[in-house]
């Protein structure tokens, strides 16, 4: 099935209204997600292009979750290996369901490898080569995971500096550069407030 003739605004909207009623908490990730994407981009000096891609990468980077259990997305604890190994197919789902959508094929790249890790440890592959979109993303995402309650995550939320510290002292993980340019666009926000 191919949809073609309706623009990118209209069809990012669609999905996130999807989402939104699907599962309101990924929602929300999404939008923040997106929100500290966006500044990092920024911050990093990417081309404004590449700011707004990674914008909509950051919007639509948990689409796939669509597809995924609601029992799973909302069991408070750890999951089985099984419920693990259906959580760890939602990129491949986004990206499958981008894939149906020509104006939106080219985020493709954002959402399909936006868990994957530097070291080679993330999913879908376990590549350690990836998209710098997908690279902002997940280090965005990583952060938004720790410093917001999710409800499968029961371990205690972590301050921003500690998020920060964690996601620096792994840099065979996280691009260092990125964290970087997170933390310094995450001060300058609280610096002007
Ligand atoms: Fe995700």
Redo the contacts with the bound molecule.
Sequence with gaps: MEVSNYSEYYLIRRLMTSLRHYHLTTYLHSIRVARLTYLVSKKLGLPKDEQIYNCKGGLL??IGKVLVPISILDKPGLLTELEYEFMKV??SYGSEMLKIFPTLRDLIPAVLY??ERLDGSGYPFGVSIIPLSAQIIGIC?SFDAMTTKRPYNEKRLKSIHEAIFELKTQPYKYNYNIVEALEKAIKEEKGNQ
């Design positions: 980077h948990d939602h990129p936006h868990h995402d």
